[in-house]
């Protein structure tokens, strides 16, 4: 909390500027549009630009082989034409992400005390599996959402966790519904 103190007597010159806010008119700044798309939803013309000249750079590629590609000896006088920057994800693969890793286990952990496996720390048991299809629908959503996108080993985690996951679910379902009609078959005379 800031607190002030204001001297009785004191006096505050009404409609000056001070030197700060009179540096803050005088600043001026640049705004770059640089959306693919017009309001419209219209492709830009700098975009469709754009596109054909990663097109023609694409096309004009070296092959690997210098003396294909035409390089010239070091001595050459002849300066080469800047190469145009790749994007880096299209080279490398996707790195294993530990972020994407807990998000995985945060949320089977919560499906698995769901689906009546006992808490370690207490040992009880709790069943909801209202709340257990819930958390496996997430996961679910997760994997369709992000196919793809993902390194082979956050896919593979996420596909065995998954399909653990349903098989409990399944396994766990048939159980309380086997209890219920034997339940529901004792209570008739």
Known sequence: MLHCRIEEGARFPVGERSPVSQNKNDETFRV???RLFTSEGELRPEAIDQEKAEKTSSAVKPSGNPAAAGARPAGSSTVAAPVPDTPAVASEPARVSPSFQ???DFLAQN?????????????????????????IDMLEALREKTTGNLAPEDDRLLAEVLGQLQLTFLDRSQAVAKAQREKAGLGKP
């Open 32 to 34: 770059i549009d640089r």
């Open 111 to 135: 499906a698995v005390v769901c689906l009546g496996v006992p808490d370690p720390r207490t040992g009880q048991a709790f069943l909801d599996l209202e709340t257990a299809r819930e958390l």
């Open 102 to 104: 807990k998000l995985i």
